[in-house]
């Protein structure tokens, strides 16, 4: 989980904390790594997918429009950095990284709503963990 627009990313954790939860999956099953920033996501999901550990990674982040391209830079690095992991891995990996235009639609994606990014992703994960082992 990237700590940079740590409201945003808590309210993305709460919401995959509780999809988990309502599937049953236990807390002592799940550990929480944090990084400074989305960019930083790609680097940890690639150490943490060859320790050869986990069932699931579920990354989460928020990269928000500002007034520079870096926005771009950083939407573009961390996608392809993502997709090129996944396409890679025996584990099922999320993708729960907001790209939001302005920081409104960021907190309606993260909030205790039906909206929420980490709410889908965590449901998401168990459903990718079942199709993983029935293969």
């Known amino acids: 989980m990237s700590t ?23 807390k002592d099953n799940i550990k929480i790594f ?14 943490l997918i060859h320790k050869n550990v986990y069932n699931a990674i579920i990354t989460l ?24 992991i996944t396409i890679n891995s025996n584990i099922p990996i999320l993708f729960g990284v907001l790209t ?3 920081k409104d639609l960021a907190f309606a994606r993260s909030g205790n709503n039906n909206k929420n990014k980490g ?10 963990i079942k199709t ?4």
Do not use: W
Request: charge should be negative; aromatic fraction near 6%; proline fraction near 4%.
């Open 4 to 26: 940079f627009n740590n409201p945003v990313t808590e309210g993305l954790l709460k919401g995959c904390m509780k999809a988990l939860e309502e599937k049953d999956i236990s």
């Open 34 to 47: 944090k990084v400074p920033g989305a960019f930083e996501i790609p680097g940890l999901t690639n150490s």
């Open 61 to 84: 982040g928020c990269i928000i429009r500002g007034e520079t391209d870096h926005y771009q830079f950083i939407c573009q690095a961390v996608s392809n950095g993502m997709m090129d």
């Open 100 to 102: 939001c235009q302005n």
């Open 119 to 128: 709410y889908e992703v965590g449901l998401a994960a168990v459903e990718q």
């Open 132 to 135: 993983m082992n029935s293969l």
